[in-house]
């Protein structure tokens, strides 16, 4: 699921259990690498949500995580930002990170 302004409020912040959000751009070759991945552990999830955020869609949502490189993961739980990954990484190390915070 895409996560847009208008439902980031619903979506991650009034969400009872973890959120993983891809911040990605077009034109960004992590971002297509890391795609495969960040869908893969969405099919897998079990005990939280994985979504992803177009960065040039959603400006404003950007410009509030503080979003200065494509790709960027965020973890959120009960409703606040508990950490940022920057840049392509592994599917093992993803999913250990998205561990610490089950």
């Known amino acids: 699921m895409n996560i847009t302004t208008e439902n980031f409020e619903q979506e991650v912040l009034n969400s009872n259990i973890p959120v993983v959000i891809d911040f990605w751009k077009e034109d960004c070759v992590p971002c297509a ?3 495969p991945i960040i869908d893969e552990i969405a099919k897998e999830a079990e005990g939280y949500k994985v979504y992803k955020v177009n960065i040039k869609e959603n400006l404003e949502l950007a410009r509030k995580y503080v ?3 494509a790709p960027t993961t965020m973890i959120f739980k009960d409703g606040k930002m508990v950490k940022a990954i920057s840049g392509y990484q592994e599917k093992e190390t ?3 990170t998205i561990k610490e915070y089950l």
Do not use: D, M, P, Q
Request: proline share 0%; glycine share 0%.
């Open 33 to 35: 690498a890391l795609e």
């Open 67 to 69: 979003i200065f490189s």
């Open 94 to 96: 993803i999913v250990n």
